[in-house]
């Protein structure tokens, strides 16, 4: 299938049908109720990437792609519905681009890779799971961004069957735990008012530009080189000495934990739900060293932290925390891991795993969270 853009690249999910869970007699099923035959899987598959590829396209510099979603599927096409609100998410994402450009952020070209995970037939209805890889080049508008962001992202797309054996994609969502990717649109409705509550760290003003908040390199201190390199080591492939804690809520403060030891923090013994404590062992993590708020709290009373006014003045080593619904209750841990010169800092973290996606971009894919930013 031909693509009209030279920017963005985005690989069929073809490859992973081999992998779709199907039923081992779907072959001379044909269109049973409760299975689809290998052509019509394969096109769940092309039609999430040809959504996902065109919403990675929309960010990129120069690119002048028209607002609706192009297919060329026999028997899978998208809802009238659901292509007018993916249409909508589109201007959104030209929108989120042009704030990006004003804070000096552009991305030269995307490459977005989708394979399809499982589909699962029921009814008239079908349930398709695929995982996405993005890559955004950055442009060089300064000189000194790094060379690349990327992040993987999974989603679940829901197909109804439609006169003629045909079928419609009429909803897809994501399925990940950390903040909006940078190609979501953003289609939630405005968080709830902040309700308050015991917050230790003070929020943090997302206005650019900021006072700058230099940090430096003590003789005999934590290694905030060492930091970053170990997030950058594990943000994609984990470190198998450690649990992996995606599926009980998220693995993103686990991992900040884990780079902030590899930088010289030392383990607090105690009981594992006291959160004056922080330690990882064979035996168990401390509340603290996985969770959220536990995190906040024990770094604060311990004062191996403290709040920063601005997100705009991390530095390497530093950590952002996001309140998403904006109810008082932190929700997501990210490490700042490269902040180049003009002063903007660039994130690295699990759930979703991400590379070094600048500060600019998450606020601009959330502009309604509260964030809380933390010397470190």
């Known amino acids: 299938m031909k693509r009209k853009t030279k920017i963005a690249v985005g690989v069929a999910a073809a490859a992973g049908v081999s992998a779709v869970l199907l039923p081992s007699t779907f072959a001379n099923a044909g269109e049973a109720r409760n299975t689809v035959d290998k052509a019509t899987a394969a096109s769940f598959g092309r039609i999430a990437d040809d959504v996902i590829t065109q919403r990675s396209a ?24 659901w292509e007018r609100n993916e249409e909508d998410g589109l201007t959104s994402l030209r929108t989120r681009k042009k704030r990006l450009n004003s804070l000096g952020e552009a991305y030269t070209g995307a490459e977005t890779r989708v394979t399809t995970d499982s589909t699962t037939v029921k009814g008239g209805r079908a349930t398709v799971h695929v995982t996405e890889v993005t890559v955004y080049h950055y442009k060089q508008v300064r000189g000194d961004e790094p060379r690349t962001t990327g992040f993987t992202a999974h989603h679940e797309l829901n197909f109804h069957r439609v006169s003629g054996g045909k079928w419609e994609l009429a909803d897809m969502k994501p399925l990940d735990d950390g ?6 649109p953003q289609k939630t409705p405005a968080p709830t008012p902040d309700k308050g509550g015991p917050l230790k760290a003070t929020p943090a003003s997302i206005t650019w530009p900021a006072r700058p908040m230099p940090k430096s390199q003590k003789p005999g201190g934590y290694d905030y080189k060492a930091m970053a390199a170990y997030a950058e080591k594990y943000w994609r492939n984990y470190n198998p000495q450690y649990r992996d804690y995606n599926d ?57 932290a403290t709040s920063l006014a601005n997100v ?15 109810d008082g209750s932190k929700d997501h ?44």
Not at 61 to 81: A, P
Not at 179 to 184: M, S
């Open 248 to 304: 009980e809520g998220g693995d993103c403060t686990n991992f900040i934990s884990q780079a902030l030891k590899a930088g010289g923090w030392k383990d607090a013994p105690g009981a594992a739900s006291d959160s004056t404590k922080w330690w990882s062992n064979s035996k168990g993590d401390s509340t603290s060293w996985v969770g959220v708020n536990e995190w906040s709290s024990f770094a604060m009373s311990s004062k191996r």
């Open 179 to 184: 903040p909006r990717a940078i190609n979501q």
């Open 333 to 376: 841990s990210m490490i700042v891991t490269y902040r180049s010169r003009l002063g903007i800092p660039y994130l690295t973290y699990h759930s979703t795993n991400t590379f070094r996606k600048s500060v600019a971009s998450i606020i601009a894919a959330n502009p309604d969270s509260v964030y809380f930013a933390y010397r470190t």
């Open 58 to 81: 929309a960010l990129v510099d120069g690119n002048r792609q028209g607002s609706r979603i192009e297919t060329h599927e026999k028997k899978v096409r998208l809802s009238s519905r």
């Open 312 to 326: 705009y003045q991390m530095d390497v080593g530093d950590i952002l925390q996001m309140d998403f619904e904006g």
